[in-house]
Structures are given as C-alpha cells and as structure tokens.
C-alpha cells in the first residue's frame, strides 16, 4: 500500500521501496534483490550485496524459508559477516507446520547472536513481532552480536597476517575488516573494485598492504590452499556451520518430509528428461498464450466493432464535425481497440500461467537446468525466464 517501485541506478534490477510509521519511529523500507548468496555471481547478487555492505541501513532484515533453514543460513552467515545490526526472519512457519518441521527460535538466535523472529506473512499479527525486533535494535535495546565463523586454521592465520594492514585503513565502519581480509584474499576484482568505490581506498598503490597479500596467498600456497581452492573452504565451512545449525534447531516429525520433492526433483533437473519436460511445458504455454488467444481476441475484436458502430451512429445524431469524429473514432478509440483485443488475451493467459509454475517451485528448476548453457555466454540462468516473457509478449 505504501510502496514504490522503479530500478536501481543505471540497472534493469527491480527495486521497491516502503514507509511505515510504527510506534514513534518512521521505517523506509528497501526491499533488495532476493538471492541465495552474495559472492555475486549475477547483478542481483552484487547489487545486493553492495547494498548491504554500502547502503547505510540500520538494520538488515534476511528472510529465510522455514521449510529449509539449511540452505537459507548459508546467505545468513554472508550477511553477518558484513553486517553486525542483522536480524533472522522465519517465514512460512504455516508451511513448515504441514511437513512435520519444528524450529526452535530461541536456541536458532542463540547459536546465531542475533534476533530471530518468526512470522506467517499472511498473518499481520505476527509482522509486529518483526516491527518490534526492528525498532528494539534500532534503539538499541536488543544488540546484536553475530556468530564470527571460524575457519580452518591455515586461513586464520592468513586473514590474521592481512588484519593489521587493513586495521590502518581509514574505514568507518570496523566491522569490515575481516570481511575486507577475505575479499583482498579471494582476489575477486570485481568486489575489490566497489570496495575501493564505495570505501574510497587505493588497493593497488598501497604497497606495503599488497606485500600482506601475497604473504598471505604464499602462505596458503604452501599449505596446499590455492586461489581455486580458497573460495570453496570458505563456502564449505559456512555450508558445514549451516547444517550443524540446522540439525540442532530443527526437529522432524518425519525424516523423510522433503522425499516426494526430491524425487521430483530428479526428475525435472535430471540431465537426461530435465530439458525434454521443460520444452514440453513451455510450448503448452507457448501454444495456449499464442493458439487460445485467438478466440478472446476474435470475441473482444467484434465487440469493440459493434461499440464503435454504436458511436458512428451517435456522433450523427450530435452533428459532430467529420473531423473530431475521425479524431475521436477511427483514431483514439480505434487504436485502444486494436491495442486491448490483441495484446491483453495473450497476456491474461500467459501470466497467470507463468505465476502458476512459480507457486508450484518449477521456474528456479528451469533456471537450474540452464543455467550452464546461459554461463557460456557470461549470463545466467534466472535470465532464461525473462527471455521466456520477452518471446511471448514479441
């Protein structure tokens, strides 16, 4: 009700943006990217990401699906690293009921130091447990202090080599350091890049902390952890932290909740019928958005005949010059016709369709299955959906 929508700064990516009044506090709300991770592997994970590190917010709201904490927790953990002010809201705790799923909030905000709050989208009543979490921290009732995850002991001791350099930074905030020490490791340029953007720091001509660095990518060398490797000690320590989170908070009625899903799963992501389902799926689509709209455009088309019949017959009995009449006729509401009969059949069909195989879990599958063939050419594969829209509206 209160939302705005345009697209980030010379971006395509959607944003919304909200206010809200609660208690005696004003809230803009930024509703960002939704993403799994923040090792910005697309633009909406980067511009996540820049978000949260770089957007100045007060307090960072990661919503996690109830109904598989384990894989949310890997984008909580990249979100505390840069954050401290976090705070972890369960939805679909509904949903997660259904499948026999129990969650322990208050050991989850124990093991992870920061507010967990869980809500039902659906229900408002349990938003204002989230308004009240947010307005605690932003007052500074409730501070946060977020599981530093610990890594193994040979990177440790190479972010532990990097610290003091970064620590004479002039960086405002201090919690980045760490994360920054990760980042200067990893060797993404591209993060580097908006770091040193964003934070106003010259990488490349600080000397003394580019000796740090490679001191510390030496280090790592030495002990068998090369550039390719580094990245993935670190998602496998965040992945193994999640699960043991995970197995801890979480109690299943029924071990196997999720079996159906990932047969199904097997199914439409197997490399053998994952493409042939989905070809199959999409041209049902496709045949009923193009073939089926025919009828309703057909039936609207007549329609608007029969009216601008009844209008020619109107503007004679007022006299209407042949001019207005032409203006107002066979010009304005000629081309609303036309417009209308030809292009909202098709769209009425394909969207809700489109909206349906979303509710049912099966566009990420579609995504999933290619996403290699859209890497090959530097995209990925959530970019298949919209060219699947952008084929239908042509």
């Known amino acids: 009700m209160h939302q705005h929508t345009g697209n980030w700064p010379g971006k395509t990516v959607g944003n919304a943006i909200g206010k809200c009044s609660f208690k005696d506090k004003d809230f803009l709300?930024?509703?960002?990217?939704?993403?799994?991770?923040?090792?910005?592997?697309?633009?909406?994970?980067?511009?996540?990401?820049?978000?949260?590190?770089?957007?100045?917010?007060?307090?960072?709201?990661?919503?996690?699906?109830?109904t598989c904490i384990e894989r949310n927790l890997n984008?909580?953990?990249?979100?505390?690293?840069?954050?401290?002010?976090?705070?972890?809201?369960?939805?679909?705790?509904?949903e997660a009921t259904k499948k026999g799923i129990h969650i322990d909030l208050d050991l989850l905000s124990k093991k992870l130091g920061v507010p967990v709050v869980g809500i039902t989208a659906r229900k408002?009543?349990?938003?204002?447990?989230?308004?009240?979490?947010?307005?605690?921290?932003?007052?500074?009732?409730?501070v946060p202090a977020p599981l530093t995850l610990t890594y193994s002991p040979v990177i440790e001791n190479a972010i532990n080599l990097l610290l003091p350099e970064v620590e004479k930074l002039e960086i405002e905030n201090t919690y980045l350091h760490r994360w920054i020490c990760l980042k200067l490791i990893d060797g993404d340029n591209l993060i580097l890049k908006t770091i040193s953007k964003n934070l106003s720091i010259d990488f490349k001509n600080n000397q003394a902390l580019q000796n740090k660095i490679d001191e510390a990518k030496?280090?790592?060398?030495?002990?068998n952890i090369t550039a390719n490797d580094f990245r993935d000690c670190i998602v496998s320590t965040i992945l193994s932290e999640a699960e043991e989170i995970s197995n801890a908070v979480c109690n299943y009625e029924k071990q196997d909740y999720n079996e159906k899903d990932r047969k199904i799963d097997k199914i439409l992501t197997s490399k053998i019928w994952g493409i042939p389902i989905m070809l199959?799926?999409?041209?049902?689509?496709?045949?009923?958005?193009?073939?089926?709209?025919?009828?309703?455009?057909t039936l609207l088309a007549n329609l608007f005949g029969v009216i601008q019949d009844?209008?020619?017959?109107?503007?004679e009995l007022l006299h209407s010059p042949a001019w207005l009449t032409s203006l107002l006729i066979d010009g304005m509401y000629q081309t609303l016709a036309w417009v209308v009969s030809v292009?909202?059949?098709?769209?009425?069909?394909?969207?809700?369709?489109?909206?349906?195989?979303?509710?049912?879990?099966?566009?990420?599958?579609?995504?999933?299955?290619?996403?290699?063939?859209?890497?090959?050419?530097?995209?990925?594969?959530?970019?298949?959906?919209?060219?699947?829209?952008?084929?239908?509206?042509?």
């Open 29 to 66: 709300f930024v509703d960002i990217p939704g993403t799994y991770s923040l090792m910005s592997n697309s633009e909406e994970e980067e511009i996540a990401r820049d978000y949260i590190c770089f957007g100045n917010s007060d307090v960072t709201v990661v919503v996690v699906d109830a």
């Open 75 to 94: 984008l909580v953990f990249q979100t505390m690293e840069i954050k401290k002010n976090v705070i972890v809201c369960v939805n679909l705790l509904d």
């Open 124 to 142: 408002p009543k349990t938003l204002k447990k989230l308004l009240t979490s947010i307005y605690d921290v932003v007052l500074g009732k409730n």
């Open 218 to 223: 030496k280090y790592l060398e030495y002990n």
């Open 280 to 297: 199959g799926f999409l041209g049902v689509i496709f045949w009923l958005t193009i073939t089926g709209a025919n009828y309703p455009s």
């Open 310 to 315: 009844k209008l020619y017959i109107l503007f």
């Open 343 to 394: 292009m909202l059949p098709p769209m009425a069909i394909f969207f809700p369709l489109f909206t349906f195989l979303e509710d049912l879990g099966y566009l990420p599958r579609i995504a999933f299955n290619l996403d290699n063939c859209f890497k090959k050419c530097c995209a990925s594969g959530k970019q298949a959906l919209t060219m699947c829209m952008v084929v239908t509206i042509w």
